[in-house]
């Protein structure tokens, strides 16, 4: 049963990169790892995908090791408005055995002034 | 607006009352998800779907509850018989593509369900 551990919360101030890694270690062979960010009261929103090694986008990086067992979210320069909660997800199996995105409890990131 | 809908916003009923929940996806998305979502979880998945059929149900998905997708297009939760447990932030989520879990899902804005 594919599971992601992250940490519940993380500080940190205006400027500064934040590394938010997420553990994954029984990853599927054919699954990607895709973080989203979700602010109170509105529904997650998709910030990055990755297979392997390095992917960036304009918001984000995704770092994965080649045994793809963790990833790293990085987030360049944070600002007071990425306050939110970052979840890492990969598939998950269902009783039918077809595999379903699941969410785990997500990382609470809190940008202080 | 052409980002995933879902109506109500805000439902607030009595237990015992039946609730239903209309999500209209992103269109030609052929993928639908249901997620239940409470104070300070993670969502929850509930169910799928692949055009109009029903793929996949999580045990969280008692009898109370049922979701159909009629032509593949827009999607009803419905929950029966409501109970104070089943207050919750319930999120529709879209996506296209081949049917895989590496596509980008978007989500709607929810309908927080209250019962009282």
């Known amino acids: 049963l594919a599971k992601t551990t992250q940490p519940i919360s993380m500080d940190s101030y205006e400027g500064q990169e934040v590394n938010i890694t997420c553990s994954h270690n029984?990853?599927?062979?054919?699954?990607?790892i895709t973080w989203y960010q979700q602010f109170p009261s509105q529904g997650p929103r998709f910030i990055i995908q990755?297979?392997?090694t390095k992917v960036t986008n304009e918001v984000a990086s995704l770092f994965i090791p080649a045994d793809r067992k963790s990833s790293t979210l990085s987030l360049p320069r944070v600002s007071l408005s990425d306050t939110a909660v970052y979840y890492c997800?990969?598939?998950?199996?269902?009783?039918?055995?077809?595999?379903?995105?699941?969410f785990g409890s997500g990382t609470r990131l809190q940008v202080q002034p | 607006d052409t980002g995933v809908s879902q109506d109500p916003r805000h439902k607030i009923t009595k237990r015992g009352q039946n609730v239903t929940f209309r999500c209209d996806p992103i269109?030609?998305?052929?993928?639908l998800y249901w997620y239940r979502q409470t104070l300070g979880q993670g969502p929850e998945f509930l169910t799928y779907?692949?055009?109009?059929?029903?793929?996949?149900k999580s045990r969280l998905l008692s009898d109370r509850f049922s979701a159909e997708r009629p032509k593949g297009s827009f999607s009803t939760l419905e929950i029966q018989r409501t109970e104070q447990g089943d207050s919750a932030m319930y999120l529709c989520?879209?996506?296209?593509?081949?049917?895989?879990?590496?596509?980008?899902?978007?989500f709607g804005q929810g309908t927080r369900l209250t019962v009282v």
């Open positions: 779907f692949q055009n109009e059929a029903q793929l996949e």
């Open positions: 029984n990853i599927a062979t054919n699954d990607y």
């Open positions: 269109s030609e998305h052929n993928r």
């Open positions: 997800l990969v598939g998950d199996i269902m009783d039918t055995g077809r595999r379903a995105l699941t």
């Open positions: 989520a879209s996506s296209s593509g081949t049917p895989s879990l590496n596509t980008e899902a978007f």
């Open positions: 990755g297979y392997k």
